[in-house]
């Protein structure tokens, strides 16, 4: 199984930046796909973007283009959204989430089997 720990959450100005984090623990270290969804008040979950671990391909919503990016460092089992240009609808709860199966659908909130704790990304002035 994996366990997801997030940090890197706050309030922070419209034009600021943050970057969450997020730590995978697990004993046998099978990913296919570690992503990053978000939930704003009122609205429902939503995907934000993503890693493919075996070939590091990076992919993020139209949304966030240009504004948000997926990085990993392999070393610390780490997955991290740098979020820059950050705009008051950008504020929701950010969570990572891991499949360790195959699957085409990246978007699909049921392919992920494993979550994070969820941190507060609060874009406020």
């Known amino acids: 199984q994996v366990q997801l720990v997030e940090s890197g959450g706050g309030l922070v100005q419209p034009g600021g930046s943050l970057r969450l984090s997020c730590v995978a623990s697990?004993?046998?270290?099978?990913?296919?796909?570690m992503a990053w969804f978000r939930q704003a008040p009122g609205l429902e979950r939503e995907f934000v973007g993503g890693?493919?671990?075996?070939?590091?391909?990076?992919f993020v919503v139209d949304s966030v283009q240009g504004r948000f990016t997926i990085s990993r460092d392999n070393a610390k089992n780490t997955l991290y959204l740098q979020m820059d240009s950050l705009k008051p609808e950008d504020t929701a709860v950010y969570s990572c989430?891991?499949?360790?199966?195959?699957?085409?659908?990246?978007?699909?909130?049921?392919?992920?089997?494993?979550w994070g704790q969820g941190t507060q990304v609060t874009v406020s002035s």
């Open positions: 890693i493919t671990w075996n070939s590091g391909t990076t």
């Open positions: 989430a891991v499949t360790q199966k195959i699957i085409s659908n990246i978007y699909r909130i049921e392919n992920y089997d494993y």
């Open positions: 697990t004993d046998n270290y099978r990913i296919y796909y």
